[in-house]
């Protein structure tokens, strides 16, 4: 099983940017799901974005779109979230998480592979 890294988060300003990276090790299927999910404190685990190369898809959760963009790297195994435009609601944990493609309900599902996240903290 592949080990996840996050690295990236830190503390900005309402309005800045931050790019989180999760590097993997380990044999990772080229078709693999990936991504991004994030909780707050109180709050339940939320998917952010995920891409699924092996047909291009790409979701965005509605809260994010227009500011973040996720991208992947298969050959240096690494997973991207470029976050623009940042709000203090996005405070939060950021975990980055292998699945898979789901071919009936095309869409990324079964994430079960996690990494250990990094903290995303934006002040107003």
């Known amino acids: 099983q592949a080990q996840l890294v996050e690295s990236g988060g830190g503390s900005v300003q309402a309005g800045g940017s931050l790019r989180l990276s999760c590097a993997a090790s380990g044999y990772i299927l080229p078709a693999a799901c990936m991504g991004w999910f994030r909780q707050a404190p109180g709050n339940e685990r939320e998917g952010v974005a995920n891409i699924f190369t092996g047909g291009g898809n790409i979701y965005y959760a509605d809260s994010v779109k227009g500011r973040f963009t996720i991208s992947r790297d298969n050959a240096k195994k690494t997973l991207y979230l470029q976050m623009n435009s940042l709000k203090p609601e996005d405070t939060a944990m950021y975990y980055c998480?292998?699945?898979?493609?789901?071919?009936?309900?095309?869409?990324?599902?079964?994430?079960?592979?996690w990494g250990q996240g990094t903290q995303v903290t934006v002040s107003s």
């Open positions: 998480a292998i699945g898979s493609w789901n071919y009936w309900r095309r869409k990324c599902d079964n994430w079960n592979n």
